[in-house]
């Protein structure tokens, strides 16, 4: 039997209704039903200080550490999707876990106080510790994950880390989420981004613009995935009309990561 043929005013305003609104956080469709954020989705990103929920975000990203499963449910009852951020790629030394990582796999600091470079090719030690941060995350209700420091590799870590064994640890990041039920975000590491895309559901980024970088996130806007990004040394008219040309989801920030924010 002939179809009935839709008007074109009709079609166009069918495949609007399908479209994801620019500022939406994505959908639940991905891979075994994970969240995947979309392009343009708006965010904050708050890791110190008292917890300001009256941001109006679909996205918090917010330490897993130090909030409960009470302070994501919360979130959540707002209707704000929630990740966890961990670090993946360094020790800190005032985390509740600290003594759990032998003396072995820590290397030089990374810059920040406290904080020391992991050597993530000790993949039998690293694995069973993060699997517990993730599984914290889990517990806690959490959507998605943020792993920090996952380039070392890039960096004067202590250790003779090579590409190959970043591309590896990452990955194995990513399945420990994955198999979470969780979402995972790439956090920086640009050159390795078109070999990662497919293992990550968004990308987190610093600085991009202050060193002229952004186009390299274009892969994982081209998958249809989020790149949340944060500038803390430009002024937003510096950066703002090429993020919004790119489709990042940017915003200006200090580097304590507090409440603060000046959005795109």
């Not at 081209?222 to 937003?236: I, Q, R």
């Amino acid at each position: 039997m002939r179809r009935p043929v839709l008007s074109t005013a009709l079609l166009l305003l069918l495949l609007a209704g399908c479209a994801p609104a620019p500022d939406d956080d994505g959908d639940d469709g991905g891979a075994g039903g994970r969240w995947r954020p979309t392009p343009g989705t708006a965010w904050q990103w708050q890791l110190s200080g008292r917890l300001d929920t009256s941001v109006d975000v679909p996205v918090y990203d917010i330490d897993g550490f130090d909030h409960d499963e009470t302070a994501v449910a919360g979130l959540h009852e707002d209707g704000r999707k929630v990740i966890c951020y961990v670090s993946t790629g360094a020790w800190e030394d005032f985390r509740p876990d600290a003594e759990k990582f032998p003396a072995a796999v820590l290397g030089k600091g990374n810059g920040w106080e406290g904080e020391r470079w992991l050597d993530i090719r000790a993949t039998d030690v690293l694995e069973p510790l993060m699997a517990e941060r993730l599984d914290m995350c889990r517990e806690k209700g959490f959507d998605a994950v943020e792993p920090d420091n996952m380039d070392g590799y890039k960096n004067e870590t202590g250790f003779p880390l090579t590409g190959d064994d970043q591309l590896r640890y990452n990955r194995l990041i990513a399945k420990l989420a994955h198999d979470r039920g969780m979402a995972v975000g790439l956090k920086n590491d640009l050159d390795q981004i078109p070999e990662l895309v497919d293992d990550f559901d968004f990308a987190v980024n610093e600085q991009c613009a202050q060193y002229r970088e952004c186009a390299d996130n274009q892969p994982f806007i081209d998958a249809g995935k989020a790149v949340f990004h944060v500038e803390y040394e430009l002024p937003t008219e510096r950066f703002c009309a090429d993020s919004r040309e790119l489709r990042l989801s940017s915003m200006l920030k200090k580097y304590e990561l507090g409440a603060w924010r000046e959005a795109c």
